[in-house]
């Protein structure tokens, strides 16, 4: 069975910085992309970051490019997001993501505020 634990989240002045990460497990880690979404509060979950199954390939939204890094360790079978220079709009739950055999599989979420 496929699980995603997201932990790091919390509280975080503007500025600032927090990581995230996933821990997989349940399916082959190192043969599938991994990606990191999130939900603001009211508002849609929409895509933050992406990464390919051999880490080699990354791609981002436009409002954390320069800001966020995702990364993965496929031995741990981890994947991170390094998230500098926060904004008040990061605030959103975040959301680990494993596209496999056709479905979506999600974690629990972890709540990030930026706030001061």
């Known amino acids: 069975q496929v699980q995603l634990v997201e932990s790091g989240g919390g509280l975080v002045q503007p500025g600032g910085s927090l990581r995230l990460s996933c821990s997989a497990s349940g399916f082959t880690f190192s043969s599938y992309h991994m990606s990191w979404y999130r939900q603001p509060p009211g508002k849609e979950r929409e895509l933050v970051a992406r990464?390919?199954?051999?880490?080699?390939?990354?791609n981002y939204a436009d409002s954390v490019k320069g800001r966020f890094t995702i990364s993965r360790d496929n031995h741990k079978k981890t994947v991170d997001l390094q998230m500098n220079s926060l904004k008040p709009e990061d605030t959103a739950v975040y959301y680990c993501?494993?596209?496999?055999?056709?479905?979506?599989?999600w974690g629990q979420g972890t709540q990030v505020t930026v706030s001061s």
């Open positions: 990464i390919t199954s051999a880490g080699v390939g990354t």
């Open positions: 993501n494993a596209y496999i055999w056709s479905n979506d599989h």
